[in-house]
T-cell receptor, first 111, second 113 residues
Framework: GNSVTQMEGPVTLSEEAFLTINCTYTATGYPSLFWYVQYPGEGLQLLLKATKADDKGSNKGFEATYRKETTSFHLEKGSVQVSDSAVYFCALKNTGNQFYFGTGTSLTVIP | NAGVTQTPKFRILKIGQSMTLQCTQDMNHNYMYWYRQDPGMGLKLIYYSVGAGITDKGEVPNGYNVSRSTTEDFPLRLELAAPSQTSVYFC????????????FGQGTRLTVV
């Protein structure tokens, strides 16, 4: 089947700290992988994506690499800001156009 | 570009009442989805549609109904509301094809009392 497992939260970091949020997946076939971000009171917004093995998605200083050998898509950022405080969701899209989401990781960045 | 628009943003229902959550998209996407988001539980798929006239159940369809008479609209109907349906509901749309992302509405926060 298809599923996404991501790091439990909440995560609290000081400004300028390094961020990693782990995400692993199980899928049949060759899925596309996504990271979404949700700010309080809003819907999910696409942060970055990767569509095949070894692709690196990047946006706003965030990066994630599609690792087929470890079935992972970990989110990283070198220096977080207070404005990065949000909930982050890892997701996959299978060949049937279905999305599967992780449970979300809440990030709080303190000044 | 409006994207995916959901109405209402907030609603309080009494047990046993019914309501329709509206969702419309202006991107001509084939695929549309309804999710519910409960605290700490991520998103669960309620129903989805692959095009006008075609709908199918997701993971948690009980207590809900949908229709897709046009490409743009995908309303979600709650019949006989129950406290277990208290949640935040998100509508999303996506073009067909690998690598294409889902676009989300702002959500509807529903409380059943």
């Amino acid at each position: 089947g298809n599923s996404v497992t991501q790091m439990e939260g909440p995560v609290t970091l000081s400004e300028e700290a390094f961020l990693t949020i782990n995400c692993t997946y199980t899928a049949t076939g060759y899925p596309s992988l996504f990271w979404y971000v949700q700010y309080p009171g809003e819907g999910l917004q696409l942060l970055l994506k990767a569509t095949k093995a070894d692709d690196k998605g990047s946006n706003k200083g965030f990066e994630a690499t599609y690792r087929k050998e470890t079935t992972s898509f970990h989110l990283e950022k070198g220096s977080v800001q207070v404005s990065d405080s949000a909930v982050y969701f890892c997701a996959l899209k299978n060949t049937g156009n279905q999305f599967y989401f992780g449970t979300g990781t809440s990030l709080t960045v303190i000044p | 570009n409006a994207g995916v628009t959901q109405t209402p943003k907030f609603r309080i229902l009494k047990i046993g009442q019914s309501m329709t959550l509206q969702c419309t998209q202006d991107m001509n996407h084939n695929y549309m989805y309804w999710y519910r988001q409960d605290p700490g539980m991520g998103l669960k798929l309620i129903y989805y549609s692959v095009g006008a006239g075609i709908t199918d159940k997701g993971e948690v369809p009980n207590g809900y109904n949908v229709s897709r008479s046009t490409t743009e609209d995908f309303p979600l109907r709650l019949e006989l509301a129950a406290p277990s349906q208290t949640s935040v509901y998100f509508c999303a749309s996506s073009p067909q094809g690998a690598g294409t992302e889902a676009f989300f509405g702002q959500g509807t926060r529903l409380t059943v009392v």
